[in-house]
């Protein structure tokens, strides 16, 4: 038995891209292909392949009509990832092997449909072995793949993201910001803010373990991947309530911060979801 083919990743570039080179998306210019768009007079676009017969004979003026079409370009997209020590947490799920998966499916999807995929990584600085430019070649998520298996998450802190956006500069791109977030929040301003001219996609690695998944009695034995040691903590019903909020009230200053630049963050926990993934870039 062949195993089923993993659904495609859908996304939708917002607004109109710039680009004369032929794509799947919509773009600013005018072309002879695409979707309709409009009539206009000959003069204006002076392509007599495009000549709407019936509009002519219909217009009071005597004019000549072309039909104009909506040109289709094609778009970069480009995954950042967080390489922070806190990316190792495995709880319901390996962090790094969720990330992996959506990097990989997106190369895929993207190379697919002619779009160029670039893989940057980070932690206090871009990390150059994890770096690769982007391409439309049909074996880039393989390269993915390779290139992240080898990969480790050792850094302290994510401060490199700053570098790696000033990479980015140039046309409008798609660019997927995976990571915990658990930086401090004028990191994140500022990295948002450096990709408001792209169109940015945050995407929230989180686990359930680590808030919804504590008991409410118990001694726990918490390591902090980041370099700050291992810490005894007795929870305690009162404790897990605060853990608990404070956490959902981190995930709101995300979803503020992201929504403000553009779109909301997509949370993936425990399982790898093509199709949700679409469904969160098609209605955003």
Known sequence: MTETAQPDIVYRPRGR?????????????????????????????????????????RDPFEGTVVRRFEARTPVEVWALLDFSASMRFTGEADRMALASAFCVGLAASATRIGDAFGLIGCDETVRDDVFLAPSRAPTRAAEVARRLADAACTGHGAAGMVAATRRLAGRPKIVFLLSDF???????????????????????????????????????????LEGAGRRLVFMRPALRRRWIAREAARIETLRRLATAHGRPPFRVAGRFDPDAVSRHLLGA
């Open 182 to 224: 658990r930086w401090p929040e004028a990191l994140i301003t500022e990295v948002f803010a450096a990709l408001g001219r792209h169109d940015l996609v945050p995407v929230l690695l989180g686990d359930a373990a680590e808030a919804e998944g504590l008991p409410d009695w118990g001694l726990l034995e918490l390591d902090d």
């Open 17 to 57: 891209l710039p680009g004369t080179r032929p794509g799947a998306h919509r773009g600013r210019e005018a072309g002879g292909l695409g979707t309709f768009r409009d009539q206009v007079p000959f003069l204006r676009m002076p392509d007599a392949r495009r000549i709407d017969v019936r509009a002519t004979l």
